[in-house]
């Protein structure tokens, strides 16, 4: 049963306040997380502007430092938090030595969901989403992450790199009614029809 205007969602982005470990949002994704010392950073790489200024302001919500540069891949920018002690439980739950994978109780929200979407997420066709994964991420990891959508009612179809992927599709009139419900309203930043409307 689709939910009134005025009622929110147990695991939507209005559920509850924005907090650092949201961005593990990103790593679900195309995200990258990196230790030094008691720290880590969180990085990703997006290859859009608007998507680079979406997660500025979200990391900002978060009271998490972070900066946009120039990549060597034309026309892409990665955005970087700085290294934060407030970020150290994503690096610890995140990382086994320098590999990245998810945690064995990996499960995703609105807000977490939110970012992913800001960092690499896009309509694919007129009743379908993609959610793009890191391409240098183990099939586990994927597979981990797929659960975790599917956790949230979003389950999706893995895209290999030969489907131009990796990624997951999400597909149909009801389940993109949900990732709306769960990712919340379009950020100002968003071109039209960038965002799932």
Not at 164 to 181: K, N, T, W
Request: net charge positive.
């Amino acid at each position: 049963m689709p939910l009134s205007p005025r009622q929110l969602s147990l695991f939507g982005v209005e559920a509850a306040p924005p907090v650092p470990m949201d961005l593990a949002g990103l790593l679900a994704g195309a995200g990258q997380v990196t230790r030094m010392g008691g720290t880590a950073r969180v990085s990703v790489v997006v290859d859009e502007r608007w998507r680079a200024a979406v997660l500025l302001a979200e990391c900002a919500q978060r009271a998490v430092a972070a900066s946009c540069e120039s990549t060597t891949v034309e026309g892409h920018l990665v955005v970087r938090t700085a290294y934060s002690t407030v970020l150290a439980p994503l690096g610890r739950r995140w990382l086994a030595g320098a590999i990245k994978g998810p945690p064995a109780d990996l499960y995703l929200d609105g807000r977490q969901l939110r970012l992913w979407y800001a960092a690499g997420g896009s309509p694919d066709g007129a009743q379908a989403c993609a959610l793009r994964l890191g391409v240098n991420d183990s099939e586990a990891t994927w597979n981990a992450v797929g659960a975790a959508l599917a956790g949230l009612g979003l389950p999706a179809v893995l895209l290999g790199p030969r489907a131009g992927g990796p990624a997951y599709r999400i597909v149909g009139r009801r389940r993109l009614g949900r990732l709306r419900e769960l990712v919340g309203e379009a950020p100002a930043q968003a071109p039209p029809g960038a965002w799932p409307t």
